[in-house]
């Protein structure tokens, strides 16, 4: 079985501070790892992902997540916050053999100006 | 990049009635949907796998006689929600895979969502 856990339903940061949004998986099998932004009313955006290789990822907007199998970790940052980044942070797994998506409970990003 | 939509993007219904909101992927094919459900300041939660040409997978604890899952073509998924009730309100995403880019399952695409409010 695969399940999400985000540490934090509500993150505040300061404009330009650094941000780390937490996320740990569980999983049976060799995961697929993802972090979305949804933004209000809107469906979801791909952030990034990790399939397999570098275990260190950039996505769009300036984050980038970093897969620590011994920690069962893919914590989610970007070092200087910006205003447009205040949206629902979503991560989640998925597996090789299977193709659902399980999605963390979400954290909230506030930006402080 | 792949796009998926959904339509309508909201909709107002009475009690009792039945809604459709239907899923497209625009620029490929799609033979795998999925449709979520998203209650507010909640995460997603799969409700069903949609395959092109058999029925409908569904989770755990999802009605299949009361939310209607077809996938007639390889483009299009719709899902019916029968004799809506309040407690069906929610936000109805749909993904679908790209199984052209040659890529594994992580080519998914969500489509912006629906919002379903049932008066």
């Known amino acids: 079985a695969q399940s999400v856990t985000q540490l934090g339903s509500h993150v505040s940061v300061s404009e330009g501070a650094l941000v780390l949004l937490r996320c740990n998986y569980s999983?049976?099998?060799?995961?697929?790892l993802f972090w979305y932004v949804q933004y209000p009313n809107q469906g979801l955006q791909l952030l990034l992902k990790y399939t397999t290789g570098a275990t260190l990822v950039k996505g769009i907007n300036g984050f980038e997540a970093e897969f620590k199998k011994s920690e069962t970790s893919f914590h989610l940052t970007k070092p200087s916050a910006h205003m447009s980044d205040a949206a629902e942070y979503f991560c989640a797994v998925s597996v090789e053999t299977g193709n659902q998506f399980y999605f963390g409970t979400g954290t909230s990003l506030t930006v402080i100006p | 990049g792949a796009v998926v939509s959904q339509h309508p993007s909201r909709v107002i219904c009475k009690s009792g009635t039945s809604v459709k909101i239907e899923c497209r992927s625009l620029d490929f094919q799609a033979t795998t949907m999925f449709w979520y459900r998203q209650f507010p300041k909640q995460s997603l939660m799969l409700m069903a796998t949609?395959?092109?040409?058999?029925?409908?997978?569904?989770e755990q604890g999802v009605e299949k006689d009361k939310f209607l899952i077809n996938h007639a073509s390889l483009t299009l998924s719709t899902l019916t929600v029968t004799s809506a009730h309040p407690e069906d309100s929610s936000f109805y995403i749909c993904?679908?895979?790209?199984?052209?880019?040659?890529?594994?399952?992580?080519?998914?695409?969500f489509g912006p969502g629906t919002r379903l409010l049932v008066l």
């Open positions: 949609s395959n092109e040409g058999s029925k409908a997978t569904y």
């Open positions: 993904s679908a895979r790209n199984y052209a880019s040659g890529g594994p399952q992580e080519t998914q695409y």
């Open positions: 999983s049976s099998v060799p995961p697929y």
